[in-house]
């Protein structure tokens, strides 16, 4: 039972290419979650999605854009990387009403 | 703005030695406030939820309470394997997203 599952764990890539980060979930929660995580900001909240096909911004979305066909599915697409995007991003599940979000172990990204 | 504040930073402890974290909050009508340990290399894991002042909770070594204002994070004889971040996150009234603060970094040494 993997529960959430995020890939590649690591990733380099360069400025101005285009990189999706995946996240799956077999738990079926109904809202999904990405974050990055920095050094002095601790986890940010990028986009969130309440069900399949309803996605909303969070605290920082600019450069980055998401779907959700499938429940079980939330990637996360850089369309155009820039060094500004190197950190640690979390997917995350869970967290409808009193509810406790349950995170991945997140994908390491260095963009060059 | 919702914001949250831990402190200290970071701290050190003796094995053994018992102290306390806080997570201070404001937040137009708090939902839950959720602690979560993370270790290196690791997503946050969930470690308890508060929902009204006065509320308090424990597993094992840690005990977590709630004021109006803040949250403690208590931990009693601690061992080195509780060395870790500790995160707290508020959850407002009206919506499902968490905001985090930016953790406490605790070692405990033997």
Sequence with gaps: DAGITQSPRYKITETGRQVTLMCHQTWSHSYMFWYRQDLGHGLRLIYYSAAADITDKGEVPDGYVVSRSKTENFPLTLESATRSQTSVYFCATGGGRHQPQHFGDGTRLSIL | ?110
């Design chain 2, 1 to 110: 703005e919702d914001q949250v504040t831990q402190s200290p930073e970071a701290l050190r402890l003796q094995e053994g030695e018992s102290s306390s974290l806080n997570c201070s909050y404001t937040v137009s009508g708090l939902r839950g406030l959720f602690w979560y340990r993370q270790d290196p290399g690791k997503g946050p894991e969930f470690l308890f939820t508060l929902y009204s002042a006065g509320e308090e909770k424990e597993k094992e070594r840690l005990k977590a309470t709630l004021t109006k204002k803040e949250s403690f994070l208590h931990i009693t004889a601690p061992k080195p394997e509780d060395s870790a971040t500790y995160l707290c996150a508020v959850q407002e009234g009206n919506g499902n997203k968490l905001v985090f603060g930016a953790g406490t970094i605790l070692r405990v040494k033997s």
